[in-house]
């Protein structure tokens, strides 16, 4: 589109759309939105109204446009969590790093060009703590003419851990910054915006997955979560993760996934328990924080969803639903387990680029000088895994 291709000459890059490539536009309007979770009404920060917020639809190789009209109450930025964006950082969203944040009352158009990923990633407020409200999907679809290098999925869902606290967010890093102290661990982790019917107040938002015996769906699970890595499952049934951070894996079959902020993955569920048994047509998907440091806190509730098959007559339908076998919350095996059994697809449409020669050896160490106290200080905000070999 000419608007586009103008604003790239602008930005003086020679990035132009590969062929075939297609432009999509979204407004996102910022705007202060009441949403009342675990009996708590507050104020927060959505794109459009929404929390979470839309998600963006395209394929690989297109560019997305997104117009971001800032009606809120503070400076803002937003950043497409793990696009390349070759030689295009101007829209890469941290602010103050690539650009000044957009004002109250001011707007900005970023151009996001897709290259290599296909898949699912997702986009975020790079601007204090905005983005545990202000956050959605980005779907990837495969090239007009292409298909999914596994069996086509009768829907696609987009399934976005998060966390909930009660109080404001921007309250808890100023209180943060001004004593150097901890961060205030969130009062529930979510799933599609919903801590689920085991916290209070929160039975009928629970988010509900609808499905039909015999179907294949494919979940694209984001950890939108400010701190907490998490172990993620469905009752009855395994996932078969496909991708991850929008590159395909080759299929691993599980009974749990672990998944850490800022992270993707994309599994298939299929619905194949016999529909016949009327006494089980739901089914919890649950997510839980994996904490391998002793001494990390974290709410140790657990988020729920329900999976509903519709199609088999249900005695139990207003029962209680089976609940997954997740790990233990400091079950370093079972997420390492996970973890190092994940390959790149890596077959002739899909080959991993990865260079086979390696020149010259580095060794990088990278500390953190975090004081040990009485409590362990919860700042900077995320956790560090043991290295494993
Ligand atoms: C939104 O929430 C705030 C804080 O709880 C409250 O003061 C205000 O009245 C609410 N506004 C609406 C329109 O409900
Ligand atoms: C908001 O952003 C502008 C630059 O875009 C900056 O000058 C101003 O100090 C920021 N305001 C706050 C409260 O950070
Ligand atoms: C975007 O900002 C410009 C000024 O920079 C203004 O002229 C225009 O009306 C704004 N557009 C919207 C949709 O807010
Ligand atoms: C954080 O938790 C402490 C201890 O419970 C409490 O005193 C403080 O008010 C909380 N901070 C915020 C911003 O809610
Ligand atoms: C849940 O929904 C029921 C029926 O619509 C309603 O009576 C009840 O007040 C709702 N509960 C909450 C906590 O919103
Ligand atoms: C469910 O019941 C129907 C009708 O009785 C039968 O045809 C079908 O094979 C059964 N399916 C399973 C999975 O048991
Ligand atoms: C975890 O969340 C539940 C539900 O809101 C709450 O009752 C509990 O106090 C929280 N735990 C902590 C340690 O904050
Ligand atoms: C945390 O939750 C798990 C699962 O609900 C439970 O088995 C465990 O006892 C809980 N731990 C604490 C310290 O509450
Ligand atoms: C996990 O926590 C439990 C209960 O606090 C403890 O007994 C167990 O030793 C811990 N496991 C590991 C691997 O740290």
Redesign the pocket.
Known sequence: MAISVAMLWLLGTAVTPAEGSKNHHYDFVIKQT?YTRLCH???VLTVNGQFPGPTIYARKGDIVVVNVINQGNKNITIHWHGVDQPRNPWSDGPEYITQCPIQPGGNLTYTVILSEEEGTLWWHAHSDFDRTTVHGAIVIHPKKGTTFPFKKPHKEIPVILGEWWNVDVNRLLQEAKRTGGEVNISDANTINGQPGDLFPCSKNGTFKLHVESGKTYLLRIINAALANELFFGVAGHRLTVVGTDARYTKALTVDYIMISPGQTVDALLEADRATNDSSNCRYYMAARTFASNTGIDFNNSTATAIMEYTDAPCAARAGTPDFPNLPAVNDTDAATTYTEQLRSLANKDHPADVPAHVDEHMLITIAVNAVRGQHDVRWPPWQWQPLRR
Request: hydrophobic letters at 0%.
């Open positions: 009441n009404e507050k104020t």
